[in-house]
């Protein structure tokens, strides 16, 4: 059993800190926008409704992006399809920096978000797939750590430029940003091994075992031999059905919880969170300076739940974090209802911050790539993450238009929605910590269960 970062291979530590580090962008690319929505509604000309379409068009973009990723990882390998991203994501900081219209930033926008998308399913999945059991909530932990650093990144890269006097040429320069950490990433890319279950879901296990040797691995034969016999429905010669009544419960656990990562308000707040400000009296400059002390929050808080989710586990820190947003958010409801108290907001939207972060943000990305087996694995991760992605972008489009008659109303229903979280984490929501990726594929196909009434019959 590994105890310590040291023990890791070279080749696990680069895999999974290079498939962790795919959040970064994931993070940069979806709150860079936060900083230019003025900018752009003066420069375009653009009404709250179609203020709404300028931010969503990139989600609908990770919807797609969700929906095709899974099935080519599945057939690609996550290697490739990263790498495929990563690429996608260059090529659309480059075309908003140039955009000559608004049609064509648009169309930039979307491509960046089928990278967002497409790299919110295989990133996780592509670390889980490398990492040993005791570490694995951590290593793909570390891909939220990255996001949230992207999200700080991008609040302070929108104050530095804020300063520089450039007018409205400012949010091109926001959003070209992401430019350099895109073609970082493709470099990174070169050098990480493939997985080691996407490689025995192809029958190579050769090669799987290989890989597993070099990921440090004391049992390489008798893991891919566990392997496949988790594919025991490949090796008959049938493509495994994501869609079965065996997979009904891991299905629904992975819709609610995307669906409920969003309706917690965090993304809009993070797409809006200047405007959030600026509806409160806060400046222009004012306001992004206070963003970055809320991402800093952010980042301390998913730092402190990354390190602790393999001990605490993953259903009580959702516990814990549905109460403190259910709260917060409240709190916030209130302030603008009574139209006073504006040095508060900072403060209730840091706490929540950490109470996203400490759940929701931590958990996600964990949970949805533990709970399918490896055969559907990436397909299932992909049902999740593109119900996330729908959701973030009907509430992304709708948010200016609700905010037109005070930004109670949407505060109040984010908050309302933390209390339907916390009911179906505790009726629903198994604890995964400490298990292997096949001990949980028993564990949602309810075999265990069977069993264990089996015996005691």
């Known amino acids: 059993m590994i105890q310590s970062w040291r023990e890791f291979s070279p080749a696990l530590r680069r895999g999974a800190l290079t498939g962790a580090a795919t959040g970064f962008l994931f993070g940069f690319d979806t709150a860079v926008i936060s900083g230019s929505t003025a900018l752009l509604r003066e420069q375009f000309h653009l009404s709250s409704r179609a203020l709404g379409w300028t931010v969503s068009a990139a989600l609908w973009g990770t919807v797609f992006g969700a929906l095709a990723s899974g099935p080519l990882g599945q057939r690609w390998g996550g290697r490739?399809?990263?790498?495929?991203?990563a690429a996608f994501y260059a090529i659309s900081a480059l075309g908003c920096a140039l955009s000559p219209t608004w049609s064509w930033l648009i169309a930039a926008r979307i491509l960046g978000g089928v990278a967002v998308g497409g790299s919110s399913v295989i990133g996780?999945?592509?670390?889980a797939e490398l990492a040993p059991a005791q570490w694995r909530g951590r290593l793909v932990g570390m891909f939220q750590v990255n996001v949230v650093?992207?999200?700080?990144?991008?609040?302070?890269?929108?104050?530095?430029?804020?300063r520089c006097d450039l007018g409205l040429r400012?949010?091109?320069?926001?959003?070209?940003?992401a430019f350099l950490p895109a073609l970082a990433l493709l470099l990174l890319l070169a050098g990480v091994p493939e997985s080691p279950r996407w490689l025995s879901t192809q029958r190579r296990y050769?090669?799987?075992?290989?890989?597993?040797?070099?990921?440090?691995?004391?049992?390489?034969?008798?893991?891919?031999?566990?392997?496949?016999?988790?594919?025991a429905e490949d090796a008959r010669g049938e493509r495994p059905r994501?869609?079965?009544r065996a997979h009904r419960r891991p299905l629904l656990i992975a819709v609610a919880l995307g669906a409920f990562n969003q309706l917690s308000g965090i993304n809009a707040i993070l797409y809006y969170l200047n405007d959030i400000f600026g509806a409160a009296g806060f400046n222009r400059l004012t306001s992004s300076s206070l963003a970055v002390v809320v991402g800093a929050m952010n980042l301390i808080a998913t730092g402190i739940a990354v390190a602790a989710i393999d001990r605490v586990g993953r259903r009580r820190l959702l516990v814990v974090g549905s109460i403190g947003m259910a709260v917060t958010l409240g709190g916030v409801a209130s302030l603008f209802v009574r139209h006073s108290g504006k040095q508060g907001l900072a403060a209730l939207l840091g706490i929540y911050m950490i109470f996203f972060a400490v759940s929701q943000g931590a958990v996600i990305w964990v949970y949805l790539s533990e709970i399918f087996p490896n055969a559907v694995r990436a397909r299932g991760q992909s049902v999740g993450t593109t119900t996330h992605w729908v959701m973030n972008a009907i509430i992304a489009n709708i948010f200016p238009t609700l905010a037109v008659y005070g930004m109670a109303m949407p505060f109040t229903f984010f908050g309302s929605m933390m209390v339907l979280q916390l009911i179906f984490v505790l009726t629903c929501v198994p604890e995964t910590r400490g298990k292997t990726l096949?001990?949980?594929?028993t564990l949602m196909s309810g075999q265990q269960m069977r069993q264990s009434s089996s015996r005691h019959a």
């Open 149 to 162: 650093v992207g999200v700080l990144m991008a609040y302070s890269s929108n104050y530095i430029l804020e």
């Open 438 to 441: 096949e001990e949980i594929a």
């Open 206 to 231: 050769d090669e799987a075992r290989s890989v597993l040797f070099a990921l440090g691995s004391r049992d390489p034969a008798g893991q891919v031999y566990a392997m496949a016999a988790s594919n």
């Open 242 to 244: 994501l869609f079965t």
């Open 170 to 177: 400012l949010w091109r320069w926001e959003l070209g940003a």
């Open 124 to 127: 996780p999945v592509y670390v």
């Open 80 to 85: 490739a399809v990263l790498r495929l991203l």
